[in-house]
């Protein structure tokens, strides 16, 4: 009697930003789907302005890239923000989220990227818990001549905040609040003012505030007799990371 088990294998995407070497990026993806993990698809990121210096050599690079790994997985490219490194990661984060939402294993591999793109991959990676590589090219002659080894790059740790802390990020994702008044609004809609309730819940969150803005995760302006609060860009990028699962 023979027993059948099935094993579902989850596909996974390689998000791969793109510099000036299209060898790099195929011999890397390639080798990495023989090393340990499979290529089902392959996010090639670009720059959106494409007047940046270089960034045309870039899309060139991405179309060349693109057409050589026909056939091996499918192939996708997107834009995100270059200039801006903490912008940067925000748009590969969204693309993270994306790709996980639709049941994919995601990897980064940043063997061929420039120096923006790939710090933003690394902030993107480590706030996502997203396994981030780059290949190790081989030399002869001072020439590259394929890929020697695949290295995982480590994360180093951050700093966890409270389930009460990630809360207030969460309210103040998008366009943040005019004070605190409307941060406790938000937050526990049934408290009534001039309670006592009221005022503990406000020496509450002065606390949690605090310890928000000592880790540069929001930022507060003052607006006659109250406080306008929202999300630093870091701050948005810890809460985007925190959302993924």
């Known amino acids: 009697m023979y027993i ?5 294998i989850k596909q996974v995407t390689h998000i791969v930003p793109v510099g000036h070497t299209k060898e790099k990026l195929v011999d890397s993806v390639i080798r990495d789907s023989i090393r340990q993990f499979p290529v089902h698809r392959v996010i090639l990121l670009t720059g959106k302005d494409k007047g940046v210096s270089g960034e045309d050599a870039v899309h060139d690079t991405a179309k060349e890239t693109a057409k050589a790994l026909k056939g091996f997985a499918d192939v996708e490219q997107k834009e995100v923000e270059k200039l801006d490194v903490l912008k940067g990661a925000i748009d590969v984060l969204d693309i993270i989220k994306e790709e996980r939402a639709k049941g994919y294993d995601v990897r980064i591999n940043i063997s061929g990227s420039l120096h923006t793109i790939g710090i933003a991959c690394y902030i993107a990676a480590l706030v996502s818990n997203t396994e981030i590589y780059s290949a190790l090219p081989e030399y002869k002659n001072k020439k590259v001549t394929g890929i020697k080894e695949i290295l995982t790059i ?3 740790p951050i700093k966890e ?5 990630t809360q207030i990020l969460k309210v103040l994702e998008g366009s943040g ?8 609004a938000r937050l526990k809609p049934k408290l009534k003012k001039e309670t006592k309730e009221y005022t503990n819940e406000r020496a509450r969150l002065s606390h949690h505030l605090k310890a928000l803005g000592n880790y540069r995760f929001i930022n507060s302006e003052r607006s006659g007799k109250n406080i306008g609060l929202s999300l630093s860009r ?3 990028i810890y809460a985007k ?3 993924i699962k």
Do not use: A, C, W
Not at 4 to 8: A, G, K, L, N
Not at 177 to 184: A, C, K, P
């Open 4 to 8: 059948m088990i099935y094993m579902t």
């Open 154 to 156: 480590p994360f180093f």
């Open 161 to 165: 905040i409270n389930e009460e802390q």
């Open 177 to 184: 609040v005019d004070s605190v008044d409307e941060l406790i």
């Open 234 to 236: 870091i701050g948005e």
């Open 241 to 243: 990371g925190k959302e």
